[in-house]
């Protein structure tokens, strides 16, 4: 029944010659004399594309490579009331402006590609450009899936010449889309708005001559030298011409159809884990500086594993928690997404330095680390993060921000990373115990008096067994951990009223 179907659409969408398919053509012959009207109507407002006929799960499909200007040109996102019935979820910006950033990358890749094709020179602004905006290796996007709405695949609506081998094998069809067919994503809304953001960023710096003051698709400023011209206006060429998205065409689908669709191909997948992601991602300048200062050079040895048995621990870290603790460190977030080359570029010797010191804690590092030290475990590391972002990159950063980094670092093992330090075990204490001279003023550090309030999360952890293990809600717990080391290392408090204190 589903062969039978097939070749049912097959006869209907391209008529029939001999079980092959044909050019979905009228009946008049090539020849034929034709009136003015007709000559100013025929062909006027198409666009030609080649695509190759498939059958998705027995759906007649066309898949088509088309430069990334035409291709925002020609889509349309399903997400606008106004413009049609909506089968989108809410476009997201940031999400889009992201890959827009990507994108740009890409297309830098594509015009060294396209010179080196050419046998042209690549000037060095080229690997400038690329340092400028965080080079990748690699640089591709996943097809994009859309539906043409105005094209029933069961009747002849378009006209499309057939391509043939000499042998008379058909590889495709040459289609003749009128341009009022508005080509909807139905998955790749981000990577079609990403596209348009980089076409009109890529515009208005090689018209004028000077990069955005804001909103642009990444955040440079100031005039575009010479050098940078011809980067831009090559990246600008090739996104019209040799860049190219791959596209995935549905024929007719009603907005059941493409919601149900939408629905698939965003819910049936399965993420790559942020461990994976970490080791795999190299455009990230954070995960560059992991694997290239810290791992390479054996400063710390990493795993994809989840550490659980403490009897089993290595002195590894889980590559998911080195990502977040640099992400920390370098940007005060929990991930690196926001990562830009010029800020870790500044950055990154003060943190590697601070990994450096971190490795000189007895205990960190061996085996059975998390035995040994509280700081083998996750958390208490992002409360160092974040001492170190606060003195040196928050905006409220101490005056003598760097002065305070060097003795943290120097002083660092002072801050007693055994697993019976009391400080520790604060929350857990009676008021009592809290009020003894070797805890005096660790409560004026810490949120709320040190009071435990019910409108926060203060179960930092327990200590049993004469192991400290700290709880699994990390982001409520490290700024905690982080009040205690200030205090302990006679660091500036970060509470308001002492943030401008000196040690």
């Known amino acids: 029944m589903l062969q039978s179907s097939i070749q049912e659409q097959e006869i209907a969408m391209f008529g029939n010659n001999d079980g092959m398919?044909?050019?979905?053509v009228s009946a008049k012959t090539a020849n034929e004399s034709v009136s003015l009207s007709e000559m100013i109507g025929f062909g006027s407002d198409e666009e030609e594309i080649n695509v190759l006929m498939g059958y998705n799960l027995?759906?007649?499909?066309?898949?088509?490579?088309?430069?990334?200007?035409?291709f925002v040109e020609l889509s349309e996102i399903a997400n606008d009331i106004e413009k049609g019935e909506v089968a989108q979820r809410k476009l997201d910006t940031a999400h889009a402006k992201a890959l827009g950033h990507f994108m740009l990358k890409g297309l830098v890749n594509a015009a060294i590609t396209r010179r080196t094709l050419k046998g042209q020179d690549v000037p060095a602004a080229f690997a400038q450009v690329q340092k400028m905006l965080g080079a990748k290796p690699y640089c591709a996007i996943q097809p994009v899936v859309a539906n043409i709405?105005?094209?029933?695949?069961?009747?002849?609506?378009?006209?499309?010449?057939r391509a043939t081998t000499e042998r008379g094998v058909t590889v495709g069809f040459r289609i003749f889309m009128p341009r009022s067919f508005r080509w909807w994503v139905i998955d790749g809304q981000h990577r079609r708005y990403g596209g348009?953001?980089?076409?009109?960023?890529?515009?208005?710096?090689?018209?004028?001559g000077k990069y955005p003051?804001?909103?642009g698709v990444v955040d440079i400023k100031g005039d575009v030298t010479n050098e940078e011209m011809v980067v831009w206006q090559d990246a600008l060429d090739c996104a019209r011409s040799f860049a190219t998205v791959k596209i995935e065409i549905h024929l007719g689908l009603d907005i059941d159809q493409e919601r149900q669709l939408f629905h698939d191909l965003n819910n049936l997948g399965k993420k790559v884990n942020v461990s994976q992601a970490t080791e795999f991602d190299l455009g990230n300048p954070i995960n560059n500086f992991i694997k290239s200062r810290l791992i390479a050079e054996n400063v710390v040895r990493s795993t994809d594993k989840e550490i659980k048995d403490w009897s089993a621990d290595d002195g590894s870290l889980n590559t998911k928690d080195l990502a977040n603790i640099c992400a920390i460190a370098f940007l005060n977030k929990t991930n690196v997404k926001s990562a830009t080359p010029a800020i870790v570029d500044e950055r990154e010797a003060h943190i590697e330095s601070l990994w450096v010191a971190i490795t000189k804690i007895p205990g960190f590092g061996d085996n059975q680390?998390?035995?040994?030290?509280?700081?083998?475990?996750?958390?208490?590391?992002?409360?160092?993060a974040k001492i170190t972002f606060d003195l040196l990159y928050s905006n409220r950063r101490p005056d003598n921000g760097d002065e305070l980094f060097s003795k943290f670092l120097d002083n660092l093992n002072d801050a007693d990373f055994s697993h019976a330090?009391?400080?520790?075990?604060?929350?857990?204490?009676?008021?009592?115990?809290?009020d003894a001279p070797i805890l005096e003023g660790l409560s004026d550090y810490l949120p709320d008096g040190g009071a435990v309030t019910t409108d926060a999360n203060r179960d930092v952890g327990s200590y049993q067994g004469d192991v400290m293990r700290f709880g699994a809600k990390h982001n409520d717990i490290y700024p905690i951990l982080a009040d205690?080391?200030?205090?302990?290392?006679?660091?500036?408090s970060r509470r308001p009223s002492d943030l401008l204190a000196v040690a």
């Open 149 to 161: 709405r105005d094209i029933d695949p069961a009747k002849p609506s378009v006209r499309a010449d």
């Open 196 to 208: 348009e953001m980089v076409m009109e960023w890529l515009k208005e710096i090689t018209r004028s």
């Open 421 to 434: 330090n009391p400080m520790w075990q604060y929350y857990e204490m009676s008021d009592e115990e809290r």
């Open 58 to 70: 027995g759906n007649v499909t066309w898949s088509t490579d088309l430069p990334l200007a035409k």
């Open 369 to 384: 680390a998390r035995n040994k030290t509280v700081a083998a475990q996750p958390v208490v590391l992002k409360a160092l």
């Open 21 to 24: 398919p044909k050019a979905m």
């Open 484 to 492: 205690m080391i200030r205090w302990k290392l006679n660091l500036p």
């Open 213 to 215: 003051a804001r909103g």
